[in-house]
């Protein structure tokens, strides 16, 4: 880098910057040239974090999730002007077989960082949605949570339920479990890739921003992720939690498909206009295992020394007392 700013300084006339720069992009590789043409003001992708729960005076709780770009303590850009976002939710309640209702909810602005509010009354499941548009690039953000409020109301959203979503653009579905009404470490997660154009056959998954590793979709299309146990989350106590991030990017051509035939007329070339990124996310909230630390050997033999207790004072009982 030190020895760019001084090839920069020395030969500072834009002709020469600019040999300077493609001179440099072919020792660093392809993404320097990525970088150089992504789209201005927009982020690689936008994701879901955890915020404060709040305990309202009718027992209904309120959990505050915010929208982030890669980097946790960034703001997306002109706090989210050039970023058009929409967010909707689904509510399942766990106590019945009741339907399941949908809601859009508002998207907020704090300090430069979008946020939504989740209430609910009652125990629930909900699955939180963001969807938005930069420029070419398309961003999709989820994650699933359960609240367990007591007031009785399903949600204090104002806005009415909707019938049914209508979902065009790919998104990651996180294929239901029973175990997921409270997420773990050591238990075993699968994914479903939705309506992607050219169906994505890698799935990155992120911790803080770091890379811990790429997942490749299985024979039946799904993504399988088991987070491994995590010993700072056991020593942190029982509320103790981390976020995990799925994404997912992929392009897809769009525009006027431009055919071109050879002279004989027997091949053709097909080409498009234009090309839009998707990029989808989901977090994980994941605690710690509470059953992935039990000692079985340990347990067992407890179990077989308590049983052979018990039996020796039942026999020494009735030896005791024959009738």
């Not at 392809?30 to 009718?58: K, M, N, W």
């Not at 300090?111 to 963001?130: A, F, K």
Request: aromatic share 10%.
């Amino acid at each position: 880098m030190t020895i760019l700013f001084e090839l920069i300084a020395r030969y500072h006339q834009p002709a020469h910057i600019a040999r300077v720069v493609a001179l440099v992009s072919l020792f660093i590789g392809t993404p320097f040239v990525a970088e150089a043409h992504a789209q201005p003001g927009c982020p690689p992708f936008i994701r879901i974090s955890y915020g404060d729960l709040i305990t309202e005076r009718d027992g209904s709780l309120t959990l505050r999730l915010f929208i982030r770009t890669p980097h946790a303590s960034s703001v997306l850009p002109d706090g989210g002007t050039n970023l058009k976002l929409n967010a909707f939710y689904e509510t399942e309640c766990l106590s019945s077989e009741g339907p399941r209702h949908y809601y859009r909810t508002s998207v907020k602005c704090n300090n430069g960082v979008p946020y939504v509010d989740i209430n609910s009354g009652v125990s629930s499941r909900i699955e939180l949605t963001v969807s938005g548009t930069c420029g070419n690039r398309q961003y999709r953000a989820q994650t699933v949570f359960c609240l367990f409020g007591i007031s009785g109301m399903e949600t204090a959203n104002s806005m009415s339920p909707l019938g049914h979503l209508e979902v065009e653009k790919p998104f990651i579905h996180l294929i239901p479990d029973p175990s997921h009404r409270w997420m773990q470490t050591g238990e075993t997660y699968r994914f479903a890739y939705k309506k992607g154009g050219n169906g994505s056959r890698v799935a990155d998954v992120f911790e803080n921003e770091r890379h811990l590793e790429t997942l490749d979709v299985d024979p039946a299309g799904r993504f399988i992720y088991k987070p491994p146990h995590d010993r700072n989350l056991d020593r942190a106590g029982r509320s103790a939690h981390k976020e995990v991030v799925l994404l997912i990017k992929e392009q897809a051509f769009t525009g006027t498909a431009v055919t071109v035939r050879n002279h004989d007329g027997a091949g053709y070339i097909r080409e498009s206009t234009g090309k839009d990124e998707y990029a989808s996310t989901f977090t994980l909230l994941l605690h710690r295992s509470y059953y992935g630390h039990r000692k079985l050997l340990p347990g067992i033999a407890l179990f077989l020394l308590t049983a052979t207790v018990t039996a020796l004072a039942v026999i020494q009982k009735r030896r005791a007392f024959p009738w």
